[in-house]
Structures are given as structure tokens and as C-alpha cells.
């Protein structure tokens, strides 16, 4: 059993209507308040999970007391466990030979495409990274063969497309695996690991 059958994410553009929002939701229904603070470009996330019917009543109070400063949001009434997962920062390695990557400036929409692709191909979620210290947007990343990844970067894109919201993807064939080495540490620059070809020599890759 699913320890949060449904989440809510609310995307908004600034940090006093953000706490507004997560403490009327929490009021409203019995939901868990998993997260809730600060990204890049002063948006403000609340993430909440709980039963189907909590998160929606929830969500429909944070929208209604968002009013324009929301900017972008998503209810996820059956939502994949590992969508939850990354969520909270539970990160996997490359396993796979082939990596996606889906990258919107939408958060709630990132989220939603990363559900919808797990649901609809067989791949696995690597990492989830919401806003800090990358401008405000979101980017997922899957693994898995081939034309599993191709199908859920078509599911994610057309998700994407359907809510008006542009997306940068591509998807790499066979990974190589310094690369490899530098998604699993997580893709931010100043904390990449500098890692070793089989001759010794320093790999740069990432």
C-alpha cells in the first residue's frame, strides 16, 4: 500500500501567498504538508499527500486562495510510488543503457510528465531536481532501454504539450559511463566528482 495514494503541488511566484497557501491546505484537509519552501526565481512549492479525497479538497483550497499568483500546479489522485520517492530526494544510479532527460520551466508540469512516463513505459525515474540553483525549473531524468526511454519522453512531451509548456528533451543511446558517474552525484558543477578512465588518466566528462 502506498504511504500517499495522492499528492498535490502548488507552484507559486512568491513567498508570502506560498505560506498562505500550504497553511489554508493544511487547514482544510487531513493531508501531509511533505514540503514547502523556496526555489530560484522566488517561487514558492507546497507539496501535500495524503487519501485521494483529502488532497483534492486541499488542492482546491490552495488554488482558490492562490488566485494569480499561482503558476502552474498539478492533483495527482493515483500517483506512482516513485514519483513520491523522488520527490523527497530518493535518488537512483544508472543502471540502464539508455538516460532520458525531460527539462520544462514548469515544476507541477515536470512532475505530472515524470508521472505520466512511469506509468506509461517501462523505464525507471533516476532523480526529480524542482528549482534550487536551476533558474526556477524542473528536469527528470529516466533510464531504462531504448525505446522505453523514447516512449516515456513521448508521454512526457505530450503531456507537456497538452498544458502549453515547452520542454527540452533528448535522450542518450548508451551512456557513457563517466557520464554516468557525473548524473549519479546529481549534475550540479561545483560538486561534481572528478572520476578516472581505466588508463588513469582524469575523465572531465560532465
Known amino acids: ?12 511566484n512568491n513567498i508570502a501567498d506560498g505560506i498562505r497557501v500550504g497553511d489554508g491546505m493544511a487547514k482544510k484537509a487531513p493531508i501531509q504538508v511533505l514540503r514547502s519552501g523556496t526555489v530560484s526565481h522566488g517561487k514558492f512549492l507546497v507539496l501535500v499527500g495524503g487519501t485521494v479525497a483529502s488532497v483534492e479538497e486541499a488542492f482546491q483550497e490552495g488554488v ?10 498539478l492533483d495527482l489522485p493515483d500517483v506512482h510510488h516513485r514519483v513520491v520517492e523522488v520527490l523527497l530526494g530518493h535518488s537512483i544510479p544508472v543502471s540502464e543503457e539508455a538516460v532520458g532527460i525531460l527539462e520544462t520551466p514548469s515544476i507541477a508540469t515536470t512532475v505530472e510528465a515524470a508521472d505520466v512516463a512511469i506509468k506509461g513505459a517501462q523505464v525507471e525515474i533516476l532523480s526529480l531536481r524542482l528549482g534550487d540553483g536551476f533558474g526556477g525549473k524542473g528536469y527528470v531524468l529516466f533510464n531504462g532501454r531504448v525505446e522505453d526511454v523514447q516512449a516515456a519522453i513521448e508521454l512526457a512531451c505530450a503531456l507537456a504539450n ?3 509548456v515547452t520542454a527540452c528533451t533528448q535522450i542518450i543511446p548508451r551512456i557513457h559511463e563517466g557520464m554516468a558517474r ?8 561545483a560538486q561534481a566528482p572528478e572520476t578516472q578512465l581505466p588508463d588513469g588518466e582524469s575523465d572531465v566528462t560532465g
Open 1 to 12: 500500500m502506498k504511504a500517499y495514494p495522492a499528492i498535490a503541488l502548488l507552484e507559486l
Open 64 to 73: 482558490r486562495l492562490a488566485g494569480t499568483a499561482l503558476l502552474d500546479c
Open 162 to 164: 497538452r498544458k502549453n
Open 182 to 189: 557525473q548524473i549519479d552525484a546529481g549534475l550540479r558543477f
